[in-house]
């Protein structure tokens, strides 16, 4: 019975990520979307971690394959702007769309190949100790974590940081 329920529960989880990547949000045929946990905090809670992550899925039936356009890799504060990178992450507020928080590029690779039906992510932990060591003011308010897939931004997840 357990082994039924635990393969019941398997099975709804991985339809449930499968509806989530339902729909490309990219021109190669990718969904992109960032996610962020705990998706609230105090300023006080300055040493719980933070799992930030840039998924990118493949909701086809054909394997999917982007030519990356590095090496040469090139890094920008605007990653719509960046070249050759697989993904990266800024957090937003209203007063700066790129850098009212820490953020990450990730890169590495000529061609990224995408299995049909498939999930992949990269993923930056960090606390709001770090933030606040990276010179980012840690001020309560809601943050917009964009993610990116090789220039092309999916969709954000939001980090509520609350008195």
């Known amino acids: 019975m357990i082994g039924r329920m635990s393969l ?3 099975s709804l989880a991985l339809t449930a ?3 989530r990547i339902s729909a ?3 021109d190669v045929g990718l969904s992109v979307w960032a996610t962020v946990a705990p998706a609230r905090l105090s300023v006080r809670d300055t040493m ?3 799992h930030i992550r840039v998924h990118i899925g493949n909701p086809s039936s054909e394997e999917i394959r982007v030519v990356s356009g590095g090496p040469p890799y090139v890094f920008t504060p605007d990653p719509a702007r960046s070249k050759g990178l697989i993904g990266g992450f800024r957090i937003a507020r209203d007063t700066n769309q790129f850098n009212a928080g820490p953020n990450t590029d990730w890169w ?3 061609e990224y190949v995408y299995a049909p039906r498939s999930v992949q ?3 930056r932990v960090l606390t709001l100790a770090d933030w606040k060591k990276g010179g980012w003011p840690v001020v309560p308010g809601v943050y917009r974590v964009r993610g990116w897939f ?3 931004e999916g969709k954000e997840a939001f980090l509520i940081i609350t008195p």
Do not use: H, K
């Open 8 to 10: 019941a529960l398997a």
């Open 17 to 19: 990520c499968f509806d």
């Open 24 to 26: 490309p949000n990219t």
């Open 48 to 50: 719980i971690p933070i």
């Open 108 to 110: 590495g690779q000529p």
């Open 121 to 123: 992510y990269s993923e």
């Open 150 to 152: 090789n220039a092309r």
